[in-house]
């Protein structure tokens, strides 16, 4: 069922099988052993495309609460025992992900050494149960859904840049002085244009679109290109807070930041979160803190 499902999904044998860490025949054989216990016709493909049938697109959504309830109840099991066992698998945004989680990790596997992370970093989809996670990070407010959601904190929106750059070019004293900087944008998946950076002025929030040379769908390494002296780049600041402590970074306009958008884990299900991934939302939402 798991097989199918990450064929249904990502609409190619080759790439559920590169995901599911398998072979793309053993990936065909799970498939066909179903059609053939059901007696229907769950795929149609040629060399091209793949499609689901009716009967095939009926049995998908049925395989998908099956396999969330059977994650339900393999983390209550689970959660019966003295000590956090088994996979967590948790996908989070890349910044967060690198910069924030991914440092402090062998103290939280240290804490639940029979717990083993999946980790991915893809950040572009909320369909837990056909990619197979049990809880992903999202940074913003979520539309309403079936899924459990739990705040971890909100994101703090800090601008900064090398001192050799502020060296150069000099420190902006307003929003305004930005105009004659080089700013470098994050232009989210999907968008035209960077987003906007964000101002406390007088109470009230502005926005102002940043003017640079370079643009990135990712602010990982946005980071980088601030920290070797490119321009100034906004970003959340405990994304930042390694940059700023080691003094690769340095904050500007520190008296004009303004909150972002909710920081939020979420998970599949209509009852409270399994034991594991509260353990994980706990060990980010105090690296948050």
Known sequence: MHSFVRVASLRSFARAAAELGVSPATVTAHVQHLERGLGVRLIERNTRSLRLTEEGALYFDHCCRTLEEMRQV?????????????VLRADVPVVLGRRLIAPHLPAFLGRHPQLALHLSMENRSQDLIGRGWDCAIRIAALPDSSLIARRLGAVRWITCAAPDYLARAGEPATP???ARHNCLGFMPIGARAPAPWRFQCDGRTIELAPSGNLVMDSLDPLLDAAAAGLGLVQVDHAAARAFLGDGRLRRVLAGF????????????????????????????????A
Not at 74 to 83: C, H, K, M, N, Q
Not at 265 to 278: D, E, F, N, S, Y
């Open 74 to 86: 393999e983390g209550l099991l689970i959660s019966r025992g003295p000590a956090l066992r088994g």
């Open 257 to 288: 930041a303004d909150d972002g958008p909710p920081i939020m884990l979420i998970a599949g299900g209509t009852r409270q979160m399994p034991r594991k991934v509260r353990a994980f939302g706990d060990f980010v939402e105090s690296l948050i």
């Open 176 to 178: 305004a002085d930005l």
